[in-house]
């Protein structure tokens, strides 16, 4: 047996570890306290470490804790080649009991969220946080699926795909459910600087 195709293989792996090796999000088997950014029905303010952007969202759904959810996010570095963050930013706030769309403004990748819960709507407003790098700009953008696929459901979301980003998010609200689904939008970003504000 020949150790060629080990030599071959084993920088790659060690390229993609060293890339990707400080992937922070953890799997919560207890859906316990531990591991959330919030109580139910308390509000809360998540931001990545500097230079990471969100790749992973769960959260569980309570009924009997004013049909309100518990978020926990985890974060990845950008690769090097988008450089560092040039400036960060809260976006607008979108409001409680509506349905909305929203992309970072600037070409800004997703890097935190910040939510408060309103129990006359039974429901959350939410604000991204966002970071732009340098002059890059988005393209082959797609959305998920909806998380959860069924109002009431757990959310389990990971970005398995690094060359792929979260810019934003359009969600809808159920008045009868007091749930809301998500579909994460995601995209690349250039390699070059482009002149485009807003894309």
Not at 21 to 42: A, E, I, K, S, T
Not at 86 to 97: K, P
Not at 147 to 157: F, K, L, N, S, W
Not at 191 to 197: I, K, Q, R
Request: glycine share 8%.
């Amino acid at each position: 047996m020949t150790l060629a195709p080990l030599w071959v293989f084993l920088p790659l792996v060690a390229v993609a570890r060293g890339q990707y090796g400080d992937y922070r999000y953890q799997q919560y088997h207890d859906y316990g306290d531990d591991g959330w950014v919030n109580l139910n029905r308390q509000g809360f303010s998540f931001q990545c470490p500097q230079g990471q952007v969100v790749v992973a969202v769960r959260s569980i759904f309570s009924k009997k804790e004013g049909s309100d959810r518990q978020w926990n996010y985890g974060c990845m570095p950008t690769p090097q080649r988008l450089g560092q963050p040039t400036e960060c930013w809260w976006e607008e706030i979108n409001r409680a009991g509506m349905q909305w769309y929203q992309t970072c403004s600037n070409n800004g990748l997703v890097a935190g969220f910040q939510s408060r819960y309103f129990e006359s709507v039974l429901d959350r407003e939410w604000q991204f946080y966002c970071c732009r790098y340098s002059k890059r700009c988005p393209y082959s953008c797609w959305m998920t699926t909806e998380y959860p696929g069924h109002y009431g459901e757990d959310v389990d979301m990971i970005s398995y795909d690094y060359d792929h980003y979260m810019r934003g998010a359009a969600t809808t609200f159920s008045a009868v459910d007091r749930d809301r689904q998500w579909k994460f939008i995601m995209c690349r970003m250039t390699d070059y600087d482009c002149e485009f504000a807003n894309v």
